[in-house]
Antibody, heavy 121, light 108 residues
Framework: EVQLVESGGGLEEPGGSLRLSCAASGFTFGSYVMSWVRQAPGKGLEWVSGISGSGGTAHYADSVKGRFTISRDNSKNTLFLQMKSLRAEDTAEYYC??????????????WGQGTLVTVSS | EIVLTQSPAVLSLSPGERATLSCRAS??????LAWYQQKPGQAPRLLIYDASKRATGIPARFSGSGSGTDFTLTISSLEPEDFAVYYCQQRSNWPPYTFGQGTKLEIK
């Protein structure tokens, strides 16, 4: 059974940093593109960042480019999102999601339960 | 960036009725469009991919159609558990992957 479990969310002040993690199980983690998708309170879904199976290629939404860094540790089946220079508008539930073997090949077929990030002073 | 526009924003129907949800893309996405269902407090769930293919375990009452810029999600006979928010998403032109703003399907 595929499982994705996020952690690392919490309350952080504007300008601060947080590191999110997503522990994966039930599939060959290193073979799949993984993404982070966020949802501000009461709002819709926004793709944030994605990373190739090898970790060698990453893409970002313009809204987070230069502030967020996605990475993965395939030996530990874990996906990360390092978030810096946080802004109030980064407040959201952050989901990790599994894609296909390469970017654009498939949709998000499995999602974690989410971790809430709140940016406020 | 491809913009997806969903309509209506809110759809009020009764159990047993037929639901028709629309998603329009700002440029062609071929058939690379998916639909997700999200219930309160839950993560989204993939329902339909490649415009018309049901994901694993999705009941036959859910169907998708369309190509290019106009797409439809149809629920043939609403069950109580179908009342939720539905999002469309494209993977034709990326980055970024984009989502529609959602349609809330509520009980009338």
């Amino acid at each position: 059974e595929v499982q994705l479990v996020e952690s690392g969310g919490g309350l952080e002040e504007p300008g601060g940093s947080l590191r999110l993690s997503c522990a994966a199980s039930g599939f060959t983690f290193g073979s799949y593109v993984m993404s982070w998708v966020r949802q501000a309170p009461g709002k819709g879904l926004e793709w944030v960042s994605g990373i190739s199976g090898s970790g060698g290629t990453a893409h970002y939404a313009d809204s987070v480019k230069g502030r967020f860094t996605i990475s993965r540790d395939n030996s530990k089946n874990t996906l990360f999102l390092q978030m810096k220079s946080l802004r109030a508008e980064d407040t959201a539930e952050y989901y990790c999601a599994k894609e296909g073997y390469w970017f654009g090949e498939a949709n998000f077929d499995y999602w974690g339960q989410g971790t809430l990030v709140t940016v406020s002073s | 960036e491809i913009v997806l526009t969903q309509s209506p924003a809110v759809l009020s129907l009764s159990p047993g009725e037929r639901a028709t949800l629309s998603c329009r893309a700002s440029q062609s996405v071929s058939s690379y469009l998916a639909w997700y269902q999200q219930k309160p407090g839950q993560a989204p769930r993939l329902l339909i991919y490649d415009a018309s293919k049901r994901a694993t375990g999705i009941p036959a009452r859910f169907s998708g159609s369309g190509s290019g810029t106009d797409f439809t999600l149809t629920i043939s006979s609403l069950e109580p558990e179908d009342f939720a928010v539905y999002y469309c998403q494209q993977r034709s032109n990326w980055p970024p992957y984009t989502f529609g703003q959602g349609t809330k399907l509520e009980i009338k």
